[in-house]
């Protein structure tokens, strides 16, 4: 594909197809690569990782150009977008390099570290008139973005509060040290959610003023936060709740009809914790096992729970427990096939078309905004604002008070 002449458009790509370049064949790799499959405007040309099996393996199944850098993937002059998912420590640093070659940007959630971060990301993209969208977070896919579209069409009224549950088995999976390592991203808050904050700030029109939150460490076997419950209120004082349990006791799945975020069956549960108490998992190789290449990995049969019987294959992927919006005049939440919308005529529900997975919303969203000059909705300074919020649970809970937000932003739609 070959980029315009003109200056000012020097990283617009000129054709209608974006290449797409990865950084990190990891499990996130596993969950966004089989929607960027399917994506019409995005072809995937180049890979870079560590480790050499993985670069083997996309170079098999791609027929793609492999780097052991990240700086060799940014060299490639025949890649339009790459997109960061490394680990988390590792976000700003690679996003700015990638900035800093021209390239556009998925990079995905949590955006970085911290705010400083998260605002050298913004101005590199910036500096370099480069697109950055932040995503594989729950708030792009089509339900919630059907639950917005109600809570903006102001058919309830105005929005009176946002509640949000999920209990999940997120400590029980297999966790490498830099993701229970807090100082590295890891715990619960950097790790799951963003997609919850994100979700929650989507609805309540993005600018969240305060914070007050309670976590836990309660898994000796995985020393980092596990569970959390805040306090949200917007700067138009609605407030907002978001509970959030990752130990694999109940699981949210219980009570939407099977579908969730799990990754274990109730008796693989019991068998995997008493495995772990007993120090017998080998985290390095079980996650290994999960990782581009390693065969065992299918984005459609993990990370989601058993649906019931009747629920439609869409159901399977990215449900992140149960969160309900309430309005003067009714209720929305996610349905079976779309969402339910509680009024005072009884229920109905809008069916919402298109699976729930990562990968093709992304590059739709990078794609009209190089393309058709569109604004882009998960872009870095919205993530940054999610970002914002998480660390404010952490400091909230450490300090017992109320934190006040600075960086808080509309959509930029
Ligand atoms: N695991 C999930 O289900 C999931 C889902 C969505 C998003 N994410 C996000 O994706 C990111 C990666 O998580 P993961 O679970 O895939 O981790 P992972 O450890 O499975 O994958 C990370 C990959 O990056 C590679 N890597 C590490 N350092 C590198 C470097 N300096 N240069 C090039 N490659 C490097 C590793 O070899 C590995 O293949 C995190 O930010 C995480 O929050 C994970």
Known sequence: ????????????PSARVLRLGVAGL??????????V????????????????SAREAFARKYQGRSYGSVEELCDDADVDVIWIATPNQFHCRHTVMAAEHGKHVICT????????????????????SVKLVCGQTYSMSPDV????????????????????????????????????DETLGGGVVYRHAPHLIDTVRLLGGGLVRCVRASVGRWMPQRPCLGNFSAYLEFEDGTPATIVYNGYGYFDTSELTWGIGNRMYADVERVAVRRAL??????AETAKEGMRFGAGTADATSRGSAQAAPGIGTRAHIGWFGITVASFERGDVRQSPNGV???GDDGRREIPVHGGRGTGLLEMREMYEALVEGKPITHDGRWAMATLEVGNAIVQSAQERRE???THQCKLAV
């Open 109 to 128: 959630k949590p955006m970085a570290l911290t705010v400083a971060e998260c605002e050298e990301m913004c101005v590199a993209a910036d500096r370099n």
């Open 26 to 35: 990891g499990v996130a790799s596993t969950l966004f690569l089989p929607g």
């Open 145 to 180: 973005q059907a639950m917005w579209r109600v809570a903006r069409s102001g058919e309830l009224g105005r929005l009176i509060a946002i509640n949000t549950w999920l209990y999940t088995d997120w400590l029980l999976k297999p966790r490498v040290a830099e993701e229970t």
């Open 1 to 12: 594909m070959e980029m315009l002449s003109d200056p000012s458009q020097r990283h617009a």
């Open 403 to 405: 934190i006040i937000l």
């Open 340 to 342: 339910y919308v509680y």
């Open 37 to 52: 499959e399917q994506s019409q405007h995005a072809r995937i040309v180049a890979a870079a990782d560590l480790r050499r």
């Open 277 to 282: 108490r007993r120090g017998e998992i080998d």
